[in-house]
């Protein structure tokens, strides 16, 4: 699995239609709020052209791209964390994903309806935002309670955490998100396994209308100018045009997006933020039943990424011998890179760079 990432946002700003998109799922869509009664989950395969320049070369029987899964909640709305509406029930859902896509209404349609009667894109990410707040001050309150409780046996760790836990309450409190606070590394750590909503890199979709993505209206400025004072990407794409695209085939999509002036899908300007906002890149491996593609975080060393492989490697590991995508593709051979000694060992210190073609030497 490359990334995943929850679709969040109120009801009927299009989050059903641009995950059937993103997932080439078919996830019910209807002109009504809480169509989606039920998380849906879809894992797509990440485009990647240097995967087929390199099967081109190693002619394996078998490509695995990696892949991000989505899943898509119910819409939030006010008061969700109190019960209302259905999002809240599915919050749980996306407690452990790696990143949150947040789909903003940014157009006006007769025969859509907006659950709030107006268009106000800011409004609604406050509202969907609060919602979060409010749903990881219960978690970590829960939390703050256990950890009194332990600390009734003197051991003075829990005193600490007591009061890190307090001052994260507070926060909550104030209405502040967590990813907006500068944690050192033991208190992320202490957050790490509460999954709180709040503490996820989030990037912002502007959902517009055709004439919104070559001219851009004064709701997704909003958003965009949201988006810089958090420090979270926004993407502007409109759900209905993504929809459409979809349903043509490659070389047909490839002239529709040259005719409106488009150099990429939205399911591609996602996954690139994505990767982005979460600092991963792809490495590459190959034998002679399949080539693969694996995600990892940037600054990963040379065992770590072999046991995103198979754990097995990561324990027994004595180098990896490393091929550079641009060496192989100039060169257009494994055994030419070898001859003109390209292909490098490197031993546990090494930090995987995007695009390298690893293989892995381990003991058993």
Known sequence: MGFSSGIIGLPNVGKS???????????????????TVDRNVGIVPVPDGRLESLAAI????KVIP??????????????ASKGEGLGNQFLGHIREVDALTHVVRCFKSENVVHVYNDVDPVRDIEIVETELVIKDLETVEKRLHDTEKHAKSGEKKY????????AVKR?????????????????????RDL?????????????????????TSEWAKSVMERGRRVGSPVLIVCAELEAELAELQPEERVAFLKDLGLQETGLSKVIREGYHLLELLTFFTHNEKELHAWTI????????????????????FIRAEVMKYSDLIAVGSEHALRVK???APHGHDYIVEDGDVIYFRFHV
């Open 297 to 316: 975080k940037r600054g990963t060393k040379a065992p770590q990424a072999a046991g995103r492989v198979h754990s097995d490697f990561e324990k027994g």
């Open 66 to 79: 990696t892949s991000i899964e989505f899943v898509d909640i119910a819409g939030l709305v006010k008061g």
């Open 171 to 191: 926060t909550l409190s104030e209405g502040k998100l967590i990813r907006q606070l500068h944690l050192k590394e033991e208190e992320a750590a202490l957050l």
């Open 159 to 166: 005193q600490a955490q007591i009061e890190f836990y307090s």
């Open 58 to 61: 190693f002619k394996p029987p």
């Open 17 to 35: 239609t641009l995950f059937n998109v993103l997932a080439s799922a078919r996830a019910h869509v209807a002109n009504f709020p809480f169509t």
């Open 341 to 343: 000694g390209l292909l």
């Open 195 to 215: 999954h709180l909503l709040t503490d996820k890199p989030v990037m912002y979709l502007a959902n517009v209308d055709e004439e919104g993505l070559s001219k």
